[in-house]
Structures are given as structure tokens and as C-alpha cells.
């Protein structure tokens, strides 16, 4: 294959100006990135996870560059074409990868800070759409129990949308640590996905009073720590649910930004605060490819279980975000890309 092959426009999905869902628009002339820049690599994508960071672009939450902004965070797909400085990578290689402007049928990227993974040149559809959707989730999970707060054997861990892509390998990590789960969700039948996943503790935050359970379950003590990715409802039932010298894991604006609060909020209990972003654990190419590794190894072992819970095509996207934002997915979805 040679970058000869790559035609001169594509289908991507983008939107041009801010808003709710129906700012999602599905173009199919959008025009094919180029080989512009030595380091640069163009991969032709196979499966595009979906992650709930496009809403904050989407309404503004988080700033953009510039519009058009084509969505996606994550793939995997196929070299296609590489600058003439590119020795990582060949026209042919199959890898998943962490970039922006993945829901195209091709995307730029620069080889020289690429967060990716070579697949095996055998990787079938069902490979090529797992490791498409798995990193992003995944290692926000991984990272986040090791280092936003390393969760210990005997902890009490509060983990906020359970059964979600997130929660739920939250839950999975946490419970292999020997830590007590405690799994808020909206449904018991997300609950039950949360138990089975290890959660010791389910709690449904539609008709049970989450502080007060919390309360009762750890006999007034508190938890360790509280993965809330929730954010504004939530902040203060998370506060109120933490232990002395608990730690505040807020990663996530689900239901809008926290509101800005005091310091002094933290100090009765000296409460640890911490708003991390994946990217801030993965910045070293070594921090990469340990916890890359890491998480390919749990998932290859069947220790970590991971899979799609619903594929959507790519002209579909608007209805993947309705469905995630409107809280009625559990786990994973994934884009599969037109050829
Ligand atoms: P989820 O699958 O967790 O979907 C969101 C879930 O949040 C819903 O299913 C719902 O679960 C819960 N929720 C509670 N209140 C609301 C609300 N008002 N609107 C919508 N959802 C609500 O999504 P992801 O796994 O993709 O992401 C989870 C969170 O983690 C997001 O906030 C995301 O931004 C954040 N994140 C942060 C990262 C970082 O680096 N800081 C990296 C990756 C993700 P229920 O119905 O059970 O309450």
C-alpha cells in the first residue's frame, strides 16, 4: 500500500459549532489529511472508542482549537502513509493509539509524541475493535487507582458511575486490590453489573440516600477514597463520604463542572483533593509503555474484563452520544469506521 491510495476526501464526524447532540454532524467530503511534516504518519482507521470527553468539547465545557472539530481520542487502524523521518512505524503496521480527530476514516498524527501500541499483523475485527476502544478507559482506570490515590487491600472505595466505561474497571482494579467496593449507579440492573464485576456494596443513588449508606456501611468512619467522575452533583456527597485524611479523586464533569469552592472545605477532615487527567500519567514514552503494557497484560490474562457493549457505525455517532449522555449505556461503545 502506498500513500498514493488514500483518496482526497473522507468521511468524518465533526461539529462546527457548539451545543448539544444535534451540533453532531456526519460529513462525508471532508478532506483527507496530508503528509506535511517529516514525523508525521497518516493511519486509516478500523474502530474508534467512544469516550464522554467529547461532550465537554462539544458544549465548551473544555476549549478547542479551531472548528471544524472532527471528534475521537482514540482507534485502531492501519498505517498508510509515513514521513520520511518515521522509523517507529511502516506503511502496513496495524496499531491502536491515543490522538485526537479519530472518527474519520483517516488521522494525522506525529510519530514523534504518538502514544501507540503495535497489534499483531493477524489481528481480526474482534482484536481491532477491542484494543480501538480499550486504551483510553483503561488506563484512565490503571493509572488512576495507582496514582491519583493507590488503593489498598481493606480500603473503602466509593466508585461513581460503576457500571460505566470508567466504573467499571475501577470497580475490577479496586476489588483485585483487595479493597472494599462501594458501586453507586442509577439502576440495579447497572448495580448487578458492578457486582459481578467485584463490587462488595451496590448503591442506587435514584432511591437511596448515597451518604447515609456510605455511613452505614463503613460504621461512620468513611472511605479511603471517592472516584467520583460525576463532578457537580455529586462534589458534596463525595466530601461528606470521605474518611479523615480521605482522598478526593475527582476526575469528571458527567453532570457539570464542580462549582468552585473554598480550600477550607477540605480541612475539617484533611481531605486530599486530587483533579487528575490520564494524560498527566502518561507523558514519558516509559510511563506509556509500563502502564500500556500493564493493561494489555490484565486484559490478555482475563484479569481485567473488558468488552464492547454496543457498536455504533460511524454516521451513527449522534445516537452513541444521546445514549451515553442521557445514562443509558453501561460499559464501552465503539465506532466502526467505513472502509
Ligand atoms: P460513563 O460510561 O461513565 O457514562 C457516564 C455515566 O455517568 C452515566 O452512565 C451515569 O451513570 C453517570 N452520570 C451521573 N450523572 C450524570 C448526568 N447528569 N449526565 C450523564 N451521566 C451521568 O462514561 P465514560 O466512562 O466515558 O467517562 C466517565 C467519566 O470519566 C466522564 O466524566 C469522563 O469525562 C471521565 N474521564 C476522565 C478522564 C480523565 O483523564 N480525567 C479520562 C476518561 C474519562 P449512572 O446512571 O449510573 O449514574
Known sequence: MSAQTIPKTQKVSLFNEQGDTSKIQYVEDFSTPQISSPTDVIVKNYYAGVNFIE?????????????????????????????????????????????????????????????????????????????????????TALTFVNEA?????????????????VGRLIVQLAAQRGAHVIAVASTDEKLQIAKSLGAE???????????????????????????????????????????????????GNSSGTVTPFPLSRLS???????????????????????????????????????EVSKVYELKDYQQAAEDLEGRKTTGKLTLKIPE
Open 149 to 165: 490515590y493507590n488503593v489498598k487491600s481493606d480500603d473503602f472505595v466509593l466508585v461513581w458511575a460503576a457500571a460505566g466505561g
Open 268 to 306: 475539617p477532615k484533611n481531605i486530599q483533593l486530587a483533579r487528575p487527567q490520564l494524560f498527566g500519567y502518561i507523558t514519558e514514552k516509559q510511563e506509556w509503555d509500563h502502564y500500556a503494557e500493564e493493561l494489555k497484560k490484565l486484559y490478555q490474562s482475563g484479569e481485567l474484563k473488558f
Open 55 to 139: 461532550a465537554y468539547f462539544r458544549k465548551g465545557i473544555y476549549p478547542v482549537s479551531s472548528t471544524p472539530y472532527v471528534f475521537g481520542r482514540e482507534a485502531s487502524g492501519a498505517v498508510v502513509a509515513v514521513g520520511s523521518d518515521v522509523k517507529e512505524l511502516s506503511i502496513g503496521d496495524k496499531i491502536a493509539y491515543l490522538s485526537p480527530n479519530t472518527f474519520a476514516q483517516y488521522t494525522k498524527v506525529s510519530a514523534s509524541n504518538l502514544k501507540f501500541v503495535k497489534l499483531p499483523s493477524s489481528s481480526n475485527d474482534e482484536d481491532l475493535k477491542i484494543y480501538g476502544s480499550l486504551f483510553l478507559q483503561g488506563l
Open 201 to 251: 456494596y451496590l448503591v442506587n443513588s435514584s432511591s437511596d440516600d448515597v451518604a447515609k449508606r456510605v455511613e452505614e456501611i463503613t460504621k461512620g468512619k468513611g472511605v479511603a477514597v471517592s472516584f467520583d467522575s460525576v463532578g457537580k452533583d455529586t462534589f458534596e456527597t463525595s466530601l461528606s463520604a470521605l474518611a479523615r485524611k480521605g482522598h478526593f479523586v475527582s476526575y
